[in-house]
């Protein structure tokens, strides 16, 4: 059984940074990749960045050059750091965990809002 859980979520003006933490409940060494996705109602879940276990990130088109993915493997934390956030940024921002064997593990979720 895994949990992850999210932090770090709120409410921003646009134009403002918020850091999201997701903590893993075992080693993120044994997972291939984690990553953060996100989902506005009525619209399918998308990938926000993702990192591999070799250190290797994937962004989105939409984020990319404001949003940057890092983990603590000490702490088994995987961060987003948000800045330059944009109004069409908000969503619910979800944690995700790819087993070897590709099994996906998801957390609950953590809402952010972004004003203009």
């Known amino acids: 059984q895994v949990q992850l859980v999210e932090s770090g979520g709120g409410l921003v003006q646009a134009g403002g940074s918020l850091r999201l933490s997701c903590a893993a409940s075992r080693n993120i060494f044994s997972f291939n990749a984690m990553g953060w996705y996100r989902q506005v109602p009525g619209k399918q879940r998308e990938l926000v960045a993702r990192?591999?276990?070799?250190?290797?990130?994937n962004y989105a088109d939409s984020v990319k050059g404001r949003f940057t993915i890092s983990k603590d493997d000490a702490k088994n934390t995987v961060y987003l750091q948000m800045n330059s956030l944009k109004p069409e940024d908000t969503a619910v921002y979800y944690c995700?965990?790819?087993?070897?064997?590709?099994?996906?593990?998801w957390g609950q979720g953590t809402q952010v809002t972004v004003s203009s």
């Open positions: 995700n965990a790819q087993s070897y064997s590709f099994y996906g593990y």
């Open positions: 990192i591999i276990s070799g250190g290797n990130t």
